[in-house]
């Protein structure tokens, strides 16, 4: 009791993280402080200076790189993700394709690739040849997956939004499944950091 944890969670997964933080604080008595960025932005908090308690990334891969640079002891599987395209409920511009998404009247938004979504959408359209068309046709670049969530659910100018299937039920998004996204996961894991003194 009385004790404090520092947790870098991605925004991607901020929602069931907070939730999950009040009931251990409760139960534990622990007071937990979480800080939200993408996960690459996240991984150079962590790394200047070295501190904290426990890393959530969107991907798996940071918690590769973490280890890498020696900055995380050991890791945990926690949930997976898939890449979806997130649609005002009714889907009232008809998306059901990658060719529908790239109408030049549909305005869509993306992730920059710090965020663990803009890392994999690249990657997963880089895989089929595509990555090019679907960057060049984004109208909307936002830094972390939630962000491109929230546009499109509050903006009127954005229609859809390249997203973790998570964030789009998390915003009440309808999910449109794309075959070019069929391989698009990504294994969230949480990450003990070698700085943790807990």
Known sequence: RGASLVVYCAAGIKAPVEKITRLYAEEYGVDVRLTHNNS??????????????????????????????????ESLPLARFRLVVGVKQGNPKQIRTLDDLLRPEIDYALCNEQAGAGKTTMASFEKVGRWKEVQTGAKVFKPTVTDAASAVQTSESVDAGILW??????????????????????DIHVGLLVASKQ
């Not at 798996?60 to 995380?72: P, V």
């Not at 789009?168 to 698009?184: G, H, R, S, T």
């Open 165 to 186: 299937d998570s964030t789009a039920k998390q915003y009440d998004l309808e999910i449109v499944n794309l075959p070019e996204l069929a391989d698009a996961v990504a």
């Open 40 to 73: 690459g932005g996240l991984l150079s908090s962590i790394e200047v200076p070295p501190e904290g308690d426990l890393y959530i990334p969107a991907d798996g891969l940071f918690i590769e790189r973490g280890r890498k640079k020696g900055l995380i002891a």
